[in-house]
Structure formats: structure tokens, C-alpha cells
């Protein structure tokens, strides 16, 4: 688990795809200390796990199935990645719940500064804007932000300086895709009123079935 507080910005040292699937090489500092083979990294908001470490990169395989469903497939060697380790039990919950796990991507539209801030403009698909509320939390390449407004296409948050200082989110320009994570709670309260509406459904269908064999 995470909490999208990003603790660096790496840089990408070797990217290795053949086929749909592959491995990353990224280089970092700070995230290293503690860090062992098999621990958990989020790089722009995707859980990989360490599969060989040296004193400045680790390395991470990646599968199709996060291929097609991130941004990570177009990364450049050279370019920044958020970079946050998974939270220890006796550390600050700065963030929100963030698994690792992206639904999908957006595409930045537009930015645009405002005083000290920027308000950053998604598009994103209906499956991911359903799941997002104004001043609830959304992870966009692993970083907890909270969302300032929503329409049906779209949605905006405000960065603030140190945010964009240590994130490699104002980096980036208008056309560019993010990886995004709905807030986890969300998707349980989704999936769990599909499912009271599919049994309640069904409920019915089993309640005139009966009425039907008793001649009602």
C-alpha cells in the first residue's frame, strides 16, 4: 500500500520491452535505503516489485497487463518517474490509500497557472470520471491529489509549488497521458451496490417465479 505522498523524482536508465512485456531500469537515491529485492516501488503510480538492486537504480519487470493499462509503455530513457516505496507500518499517512493498481490513463487537456498554483485539466473515459468527486482524492502518476472540480468529461486539481517541485506532474504539457487510480474506497462502494442491485434483481425474478408456480 501507498499513500502518494512522492518521496523522489528517479530518472529511467533502460528500458528492455520485447513483445508486450519487459523491465525497467530506474536510477534513485533516497528510495534505495532500506530497499531489498522484492519490496514494492511505485513508479508514476504503478506497483513494481525489485527484482535486482546496485547502489544507484533498481530494476523492475513489467507485464503486458501494466503495459496496457499505464503510461508506463512510453517512457523514454532519460525521463523523470514519481517514485514512492510502499508506507511502513510506523509512518505518516500524508496521503490517501493508493494501491498501485492503475485503472487507466487520462490525457492532460490544458494547464493553467492561477497565483501560486496550477490547475491541471484531465479528460479521462466515463468509468474513471464516475468514481470521481469534487474535493474527494485521486492518484495521477501515484500523486494523492485532491479533485477541484469534475464534469462529464474531465477533471481538474490544483497543484501547489512544493507539489509541483517535487513531482514530475507540471513537467509535462497538454497531450500528455497520466496514469490514474481511483480512490480504492469508491470501487468498493461501487462494486457493492452492483451487487445489492444485482441481488435485489434477482430477488424479484425468484419472488414472481414463486408466485407464478402457486397460481398467484
Not at 530506474?26 to 546496485?54: M, Q
Not at 514512492?84 to 497557472?113: L, P, W
Not at 480504492?184 to 408466485?211: H, P, R, T, W
Request: proline share 1%.
Amino acid at each position: 500500500m501507498f499513500t502518494g505522498i512522492i518521496e523522489e523524482i528517479g530518472r529511467v536508465k533502460r528500458i528492455s520491452i520485447a513483445g508486450k512485456s519487459g523491465s525497467l531500469e530506474i536510477g534513485a537515491k533516497k528510495i534505495l535505503g532500506g530497499t531489498k529485492v522484492g519490496d514494492s516501488i511505485a513508479v508514476n503510480g504503478v506497483c513494481l516489485t525489485v527484482t535486482s538492486l546496485t547502489e544507484s537504480s533498481f530494476t523492475a519487470d513489467v507485464m503486458a497487463e501494466t503495459l496496457r493499462r499505464s503510461s508506463l509503455s512510453s517512457l523514454s530513457v532519460g525521463g523523470g518517474v514519481n517514485l514512492e516505496r510502499a508506507m511502513a507500518c510506523d509512518g505518516r499517512f500524508g496521503g490517501h490509500i493508493v494501491s498501485g493498481h492503475i485503472d487507466g490513463t487520462g490525457k492532460i487537456s490544458r494547464m493553467q497557472k492561477e497565483e501560486n498554483a496550477v490547475w491541471v485539466h484531465i479528460a479521462a473515459s466515463p468509468e474513471i470520471l464516475n468514481l470521481i468527486v469534487e474535493k474527494g482524492s485521486i492518484a495521477i502518476d501515484g500523486i494523492s491529489l485532491t479533485v477541484a472540480a469534475v464534469t462529464e468529461k474531465e477533471f481538474s486539481v490544483s497543484v501547489i509549488p512544493h507539489t509541483g517541485e517535487e513531482t514530475t506532474l507540471l513537467s509535462k504539457k497538454a497531450g500528455d497521458l497520466v496514469n490514474l487510480e481511483n480512490d480504492i474506497i469508491g470501487k468498493y462502494v461501487q462494486k457493492l451496490l452492483g451487487n445489492s442491485a444485482k441481488a435485489s434483481s434477482q430477488a424479484e425474478k425468484d419472488d414472481k417465479f414463486l408466485k407464478w408456480l402457486g397460481g398467484d
